[in-house]
């Protein structure tokens, strides 16, 4: 009985494990526009100020 309850716990607990690094890795992962898209439309803007 008593193995059973570990069991269930140490499952329980890889499962949280589990979904907390996936939000901790989806927060730490920089969002879809990258740099070059931010360079492309300022570059896009001073080339209409000329």
Do not use: K
Not at 10 to 15: A, D, E, G, I, P
Not at 20 to 44: H, K, Q, T, W
Request: aromatic share 8%; net charge positive.
């Amino acid at each position: 009985m008593l193995v059973r309850r570990f069991t269930i716990v140490c499952l329980l607990m890889s499962l949280f494990g589990m979904s907390f690094a996936i939000l901790v890795a989806e927060a730490d992962r920089p969002g879809r526009s990258s740099g070059m898209a931010d360079a492309c439309r300022l570059d896009c803007v001073n080339h209409f100020d000329r």
